[in-house]
């Protein structure tokens, strides 16, 4: 599709909006007041909204390659503190997806340029968990590590500053972790919904067990 077609089907779109939804933009330029954030990949088969159902103004979101969130990237816990302080969203969603490239490449220590380096915190999920990973079939590891890093990344969200504070200050705030299948458009639950300090390790034990369970041979 030539680009200028992009700004072809824009307008297209913004006028059906404004015939089906009258006033619909207009309502967008006031504050933006979303209960949600959503911390997914970058891929193009995983948009937030069409997923879920939101519209837009409903969902803040923050992607990256393999939806990873780690203590370095100022990027993400700017966009978490946003949320969070600003916006006051009441749920953050940690979504994965089935068939992520960045989730292979670490688990098969592919190399893939600069990216290596990123993925690298992926590859520390691998390694963290090789064990429960040499007890899945082969053809299970990569979904099964998807739902590692889903995990581990709600633990790096929960730990951060921000959600520390948040919770010492009492605001009520629950952070999730989901999996999408792009093969079959749902989103599963992975049982990491965390809503204080306090309950981040036993929800932590019981999500790692659950993968097991759903992966380990019949």
């Known amino acids: 599709m030539p680009i200028k077609d992009l700004f072809t089907h824009n307008r297209a779109w913004a006028a059906q909006m404004e015939r089906e939804r009258p006033g619909f933009f207009s309502g967008l330029t006031q504050q ?3 209960k949600y954030m959503w911390i997914g990949c970058s891929d193009s088969r995983v ?19 393999a939806n990873v969130v780690v203590h370095s ?4 816990l ?12 009441e749920h953050i969603m940690v ?4 068939g992520c490239g960045g989730v292979q490449a670490a688990l098969d220590g592919t190399r893939i340029g600069l990216a290596d380096n990123w993925i690298r915190h992926i590859q520390d999920v691998r390694d963290r968990h090789r064990s429960l990973l ?9 979904n099964a590590l998807v739902d590692l890093n889903v995990i581990e990344q709600v633990v790096n969200v929960c730990v951060s500053t921000v959600m520390c504070d948040a ?3 009492g605001q009520k705030v629950t952070v999730h972790g989901w999996a999408y299948g792009i093969h079959d458009g749902l989103l599963q639950d992975l049982r990491m919904s965390v809503a204080s300090t306090d309950a981040i ?3 932590y034990r019981a999500a790692i067990e659950g993968v097991l369970a759903a992966r380990k041979p019949a």
């Open 32 to 34: 933006q007041r979303p």
């Open 134 to 142: 040499d007890t899945v079939e082969s053809h299970e590891r990569a």
């Open 73 to 76: 990237d100022l990027n993400a």
């Open 78 to 89: 700017s966009a978490i503190q946003f949320a969070v302080e600003m916006l006051k969203v």
């Open 167 to 169: 919770w010492a200050k």
């Open 47 to 65: 948009p937030a909204n069409q997923i879920t159902g939101l519209e837009p103004g409903e969902v803040f979101v923050h992607r990256n390659v």
């Open 201 to 203: 390790e036993p929800l």
């Open 95 to 98: 979504v994965g997806h089935y």
